[in-house]
């Protein structure tokens, strides 16, 4: 099976962080009844920070190839969000 390291096309690989990097927030993306927490209310500590990471160094490896594409480029921003300590430290 496919994996982070057969993403080779840079705009696959940007879809592919981007989908790791919601999927790292999705513990303190929703309430207990569903709803939607904004991220200025989400608890970071539940974020997979790991993850994060993983997908970070996959972007990284993607913007190398100087091809942005929409993927890169949602996932930079995703990035920036998750990688922030405190809402208040989001670029």
Known sequence: M????????????GLLALI???QARVAA??????????LRDQDRA????EAISDAT???ARAAAQHRPGP?????????CHADAGRWEDTD
């Open 2 to 13: 496919a994996g982070p390291a057969d993403a080779t096309e840079p705009d696959v690989a």
């Open 20 to 22: 790791q990097l919601h």
């Open 29 to 38: 993306r929703f309430d207990a009844d569903g709803g939607l927490v904004l």
């Open 46 to 49: 539940l974020f997979d920070r």
């Open 57 to 59: 160094r996959l972007l």
């Open 71 to 79: 993927y890169q480029l949602q996932a930079a921003i995703v990035a």
